[in-house]
């Protein structure tokens, strides 16, 4: 008799067990560390984001929507600190902010003149450019040096290679 109580109360255990936590939600014990790692990594980024928003005073955002002189100066110093946050944020944010910088219909002006430059050149861009040798320049401490020359030089050569047309052959591309 007590090893059927026993034996009905460890089902009982499982059945309340299971349906607290049913099978395969929770992560099996040998992923416990990995697991625990890769939502470090995770915070540690989110706070890095957060901490870039408080950084450019984008927390909190209270968007002006007055049609004076002064909210609008008010929204572009905004939409600059957005597109500097954005920047800093990394690649995919910076996609993320030429994406917006075609919805007229989300954003004022101000926001999209100053996310539009997203679309220009961008600081990585260019010292891939220095790495790869295509562009002139000198690495001093942490930051690559050019002059306006050079870069001059760099892109009449990508207007040269356009205009050479399709069936000129160049083994590098013509586009950045």
């Given at each position: 008799m007590q090893l059927g109580i026993i034996l009905l109360g460890a089902v009982g255990f499982l059945v309340v067990a299971?349906?607290?936590v049913p099978q395969g939600s929770m992560p099996r014990p040998d992923q416990w560390i990995p697991g625990i790692r890769r939502s470090a990594g995770r915070a540690r980024r989110y706070s890095q984001l957060v901490g870039i928003a408080f950084r450019h005073r984008l927390v909190p955002f209270k968007p002006n929507t007055d049609h004076?002189?002064?909210?609008?100066a008010e929204r572009a110093l905004a939409a600059r600190a957005?597109?500097?946050?954005l920047e800093e944020a990394g690649g995919a944010f910076v996609k993320l902010g030429q994406v917006l910088s075609t919805r007229e219909d989300i954003l004022p002006t101000e926001f999209i003149e100053e996310l539009a430059k997203l679309f220009d050149v961008q600081e990585n861009?260019?010292?891939n450019l220095f790495k790869a040798g295509k562009l002139q320049g000198r690495k001093l401490a942490r930051r690559w040096y050019t002059t306006e020359e050079h870069l001059r030089a760099y892109f009449d050569q990508q207007e040269t290679d356009l205009e050479d047309g399709p069936d000129h052959d160049h083994t590098?591309?013509?586009c950045l």
């Open positions: 299971e349906l607290a004076t002189s002064a909210a609008s957005l597109k500097a946050a861009t260019v010292r590098e591309p013509a």
